[in-house]
């Protein structure tokens, strides 16, 4: 699932970030890298932007560069 999808509370551990060049390397120093488990515990009054819980840190990421994220949602992983 793409992680704009995802719904308040939903986590999921992250499968693929699909995007190269400078906002791929910043998107993966803020640790959103495959294998990282996160959760959504926000959106925006219009959904932009989604914030999330990622290894103890609270991020906020646009709609527009959590579509490059790929996530297997918890469920699906278990």
């Given at each position: 699932m793409?992680?704009?999808?995802m719904?308040?509370?939903q986590s999921g551990v992250i499968t693929a970030v699909k995007i190269n060049g400078p906002l791929g390397q910043?998107?993966?120093?803020?640790g959103l890298m495959p294998g990282a488990k996160l959760t959504v515990?926000?959106?925006?009054p219009?959904?932009?932007p989604v914030m999330l819980r990622l290894?103890?840190?609270t991020l906020t990421l646009r709609n527009n560069e959590a579509?490059?994220?790929d996530?297997?949602?918890e469920a699906e992983a278990s």
């Open positions: 793409n992680l704009r999808k719904k308040v509370n910043r998107l993966r120093e803020m515990t926000g959106r925006a219009l959904y932009d290894a103890g840190q579509d490059y994220i996530v297997l949602l």
